[in-house]
Structure formats: C-alpha cells, structure tokens
Nanobody, 125 residues
C-alpha cells in the first residue's frame, strides 16, 4: 500500500506563486509515474500535470502550460508542482496521484492507483 500526502496549498493573490509538494510513503518498490489533478466546487476533476518515473517525460494540461512546472526528487519520494502566474480560475483542491502501472505518463484519472487527500489552493482576484 502507498500513502500520498500533499502540502503547500494556501491563499495567494492573482499573479502570485505557490509550490505544492506530494510525498509518497509505504510499499514503494521503485519510482512511478505521478500526476497532479484538481477539482473546483461543482466541477469535475481535471488533469493538471504528470511526470515520468525518471523525471520525464512531463505532460501539462493546456490551461497550465507555461505557468506550472512539475518536477520530482526520487531520493525523497516527492513530486512538486510549481505554480506561477496564478489565476482565480486555478482555485481548486489539488491532489497528487501515483500510477503503479507502465510508465506512460497518463492524463486519465483511472490510470492512477493511489491518491492523496488534496490541498486547497485559493487565488484571489
């Protein structure tokens, strides 16, 4: 079993930055593809970004390209999401996820096997 814990959420003004972290613990046999998803009130969960087991490839949703950067530190079992130029529409609960399957860096939520509890990101206008 694997547990994921996110941190780094908070309240920022539009144009500001936040850096989210997600640390995995438990039955970890190797590195895995990991991704970030977000869900705003009344909306479906949407893909944000994903990263392969060795730091690449990286995949981004069109809505965050050029503003968000995903990275990882495998020695710490941690994945990061650096968010810049934040917009009010980025407001959501951000969750990280881990895929124990093939390293295809999927954007589909169904590809991921373990999920964190989420961290709130609020961007004020």
């Amino acid at each position: 079993q694997v547990q994921l814990v996110e941190s780094g959420g908070g309240l920022v003004q539009a144009g500001g930055s936040l850096r989210l972290s997600c640390t995995a613990s438990g039955h970890i046999l190797r590195t895995y593809t990991m991704g970030w998803f977000r869900q705003a009130p009344g909306k479906d969960r949407e893909f944000v970004s994903a990263i392969g087991r060795s730091g690449g490839p990286t995949v981004y949703a069109d809505s965050v390209k050029g503003r968000f950067t995903i990275s990882r530190d495998n020695a710490k079992n941690t994945v990061y999401l650096a968010m810049n130029s934040l917009k009010p529409e980025d407001t959501a609960v951000y969750s990280c996820a881990l895929d124990i399957g093939p390293d295809n860096v999927a954007s589909r939520p169904s590809a991921y096997d373990y999920w964190g509890q989420g961290t709130q990101v609020t961007v004020s206008s």
